[in-house]
C-alpha cells in the first residue's frame, strides 16, 4: 500500500480478560505501518482484570492506548473512540475476535477503491472451549439455518453489498455527516446506524477476503441469555429509535413459535391441527438434523446429530421469546437522540 493513511482502531471493551490478549496481539501482529495506526481501547471500567492486562499493552506499545467509559456501554464507548480518533480512517473492532494479519490493510484498501461508505468482511466463528457443546454452538452461530442470510456470519464468495457488517470500517467524515452511534441504544447501535447509513444514500461493502475468529459462548445457558437479549434488540430498539432497523430474517424465529404455539392451541378444539402441529415439528426436527449433519461429518461424531438440533432449538425458540419480550418491553428513562459529531 502506497503512503496508507493514518487509521484509528477503536475496540469497545468490558470485563474481556479472556479474550483482549487475543484480540490486541493479532492487531499488533497486523500488516498495517504502525506509525500509522492507533489503537484506542475504550474500557467500560471493567473488573475482572482487563484494565491491568491493557496497561501491559499500553507499556509496550506507543499506538495503544487505553481510554475509560463511565457509561459501560457500547455505543458511548464507540463515540468517545470517534471523538478521541486522530486517523481520517476509524475501523471498529470486536475485543471477542482475533484478526486476519492483513485485516487493517484489506480494510482500508476496499474503502480506498470502492464506493462504499462502510467495508466489513466475514467473521468465522470457534468455540471458546471445545467441548461438543461449544463447537456446536460455535457451528450454530455460522449456520444459515440459525443466522439466515447475515453474510457476515455465514460467508460469501464475492464481494457483495449488504444491509450491515460486523464491525466496520469508515472514512471519519461518514460521521460528521451522519452522525454516531445511538446512545439510546444499549445494543443493536451498528444496525442502527447502517440503516441511517444507507438511509442517507451511503453503501455497506462486504469483503470474504477481510476475515476474524469470533469466540463464541461455550456453555449452553450463557449463549441462551445472549441470544434471548439478542432476539429482543432488533424490535426494542426500533421503538427506542422510533423506526424500524429490523430485518426479515429477524421475524423467522418468531413466526415458528407463533405457528406451534397457534397450531398447538387450535388442537385442542379441532383435532385436524393436531396433524399440522405434527407436521410443523416433524419438518422442523428433520431441518434441525439436516443441518446438524455437516458438523456431524466434519467431527466424525453422531453425537452431533443430537446436541446439533438442541442449539438450533434453542438458538430460534429464545430469540423468537426474546423478540416477543423487546415488542412488549416498558420503554423508561430513554430518547432517541443520536449525537452529532463535532
Not at 3 to 15: A, E, G, L
Not at 215 to 243: C, M, N, Q, T
Amino acid at each position: 500500500m502506497t503512503d496508507p493513511p493514518m487509521i484509528s482502531v477503536i475496540i469497545p471493551c468490558r470485563n474481556e480478560r479472556k479474550c483482549i490478549s487475543v484480540c490486541l496481539d493479532s492487531v499488533v501482529a497486523n500488516t498495517y505501518p504502525k506509525d500509522k495506526l492507533e489503537v484506542l481501547v475504550i474500557d467500560g471500567m471493567s473488573e475482572d482484570g482487563t484494565r491491568d492486562i491493557l496497561r501491559t499493552y499500553t507499556d509496550r506499545f506507543n499506538f495503544i492506548k487505553m481510554l475509560e467509559n463511565p457509561k459501560r456501554l457500547i455505543p458511548n464507548a464507540l463515540n468517545i473512540g470517534i471523538a478521541h480518533a486522530k486517523g481520517d480512517i476509524i475501523i471498529r473492532l470486536d475485543a471477542h475476535a482475533r484478526y486476519d494479519v492483513q485485516y487493517l490493510e484489506k480494510s482500508v484498501e476496499h474503502l480506498q477503491n470502492s464506493s462504499a461508505d462502510n467495508v466489513g468482511g466475514v467473521r468465522k466463528t470457534e468455540p471458546q472451549e471445545n467441548t461438543i457443546i461449544g463447537k456446536a454452538i460455535a457451528y450454530s452461530v455460522s449456520c444459515p439455518f440459525t443466522a439466515g442470510d447475515a453474510y457476515f456470519r455465514v460467508g460469501s464468495s464475492r464481494p457483495r453489498w449488504v444491509d450491515t457488517v460486523f464491525g466496520g470500517c469508515f472514512r471519519k467524515e461518514v460521521f460528521t455527516r451522519v452522525g454516531v452511534f445511538n446512545e439510546a441504544l444499549e445494543r443493536a447501535e451498528d444496525k442502527e446506524f447502517n440503516q441511517r447509513l444507507r438511509a442517507s444514500g451511503g453503501k455497506i461493502l462486504l469483503s470474504p477476503d477481510i476475515q476474524c475468529i469470533y469466540y463464541a459462548r461455550s456453555k449452553l445457558f450463557e449463549f441462551v441469555r445472549w441470544i434471548l437479549v439478542d432476539g429482543s434488540w432488533p424490535f426494542f430498539a426500533s421503538r427506542v429509535a422510533h423506526k424500524s432497523i429490523f430485518s426479515f430474517r429477524n421475524f423467522v424465529p418468531l413466526a415458528f413459535l407463533l405457528s406451534l404455539v397457534v397450531s398447538f392451541t387450535a388442537a385442542w378444539f379441532e383435532p385436524l391441527f393436531w396433524w399440522v402441529f405434527a407436521g410443523i415439528v416433524s419438518v422442523y426436527g428433520l431441518a434441525c438434523i439436516a443441518s446438524a449433519v455437516p458438523l456431524a461429518w466434519k467431527e466424525r461424531d453422531l453425537r452431533y446429530l443430537l446436541v446439533g438440533p438442541l442449539v438450533f432449538a434453542s438458538t430460534h425458540i429464545m430469540y423468537a421469546i426474546g423478540s416477543i419480550y423487546g415488542i412488549f418491553k416498558p420503554i423508561a428513562h430513554r430518547t432517541s437522540a443520536t449525537p452529532v459529531y463535532q
